[in-house]
């Protein structure tokens, strides 16, 4: 089975800079979730997608960030303008049905590096 | 706020001694909780899981504690190798807002480091 495949792997901008990341969710997977793993912090979520619908984005700066996930299956997840602090790793994770007791999948994630 | 945090932030281990990784977390409501590993330069991965109705489950080499009476949970490794270096998450997985969807609440992570 694929996991979740995510590009780039990395990312160098400039701050006030706009950047976009790429999610292709294990097949199947209904679910499909964004985090932001700040160095030496644990992952925290920032949307999640059940099927093309938003379910939580909460946390989600949303003057800023932007996500979507047309027809269900790939994701983007947009920030303009970035700001330094950013910076950080960003995971895409899916699940089948984001059920409470599923595991989550996670990609290799995206390493953002605002300067 | 509530949140999940270890007490712990690095451990360094001799190869085929025993690890604990410990958690606290602060919300009392909390049932379902999973320890992920994260090596570097990968995504969180699962390790095991347990449901607060539980005080003990064991997995291949690890072992979840489950102490809800003062809101702790450990993960043991037994025979800890070079290989289980990696950072070791705790998680919470609550109920989102009374729909059938997890939130996943991660701790600040700990360092684990095998010696050979």
């Known amino acids: 089975e694929a996991g979740v495949a995510q590009s780039p792997r990395y990312k160098i901008i400039e701050k006030r800079q706009s950047v976009a990341f790429w999610c292709n969710p294990i097949?199947?997977?209904?679910?499909l979730y964004w985090y932001q793993q700040i160095l030496g912090q644990g992952p925290k979520l920032l949307i999640q997608f059940q099927n093309n619908g938003v379910v939580d984005d909460s946390q989600l700066p949303k003057d800023r960030f932007s996500a979507e996930r047309l027809k269900g299956v790939d994701s983007t997840l947009k920030i303009q303008p970035a700001k330094l602090e950013d910076s950080a790793v960003y995971l895409c994770a899916s699940s089948r049905a984001g059920g409470r007791e599923e595991k989550l999948f996670f990609g290799s994630g995206t390493q953002l590096s605002v300067l | 706020g509530e949140s999940v945090g270890l007490h712990l932030p690095t451990l360094s281990v001799q190869e085929g001694d025993n690890s604990i990784i410990n958690c606290a977390y602060s919300n009392s409501a909390s049932d379902y909780f999973i320890w992920y590993k994260q090596e570097s330069g990968k995504g969180p991965q699962f390790i095991i899981d347990i449901r607060s109705n539980m005080d003990k489950r064991q997995g291949q080499r690890v072992t979840v504690l489950l102490n809800k009476t003062v809101k702790h949970l450990s993960l043991q490794i037994a025979a800890t190798q070079p290989g289980d270096s990696a950072v070791y998450f705790c998680?919470?997985?609550?109920?989102?807002?009374?729909?059938?969807?997890?939130?996943?609440?991660f701790g600040q992570g700990t360092i684990l480091t095998v010696h050979p």
């Open positions: 097949s199947g997977h209904a679910t």
């Open positions: 998680a919470e997985n609550r109920d989102a807002g009374g729909t059938s969807y997890g939130k996943l609440t």
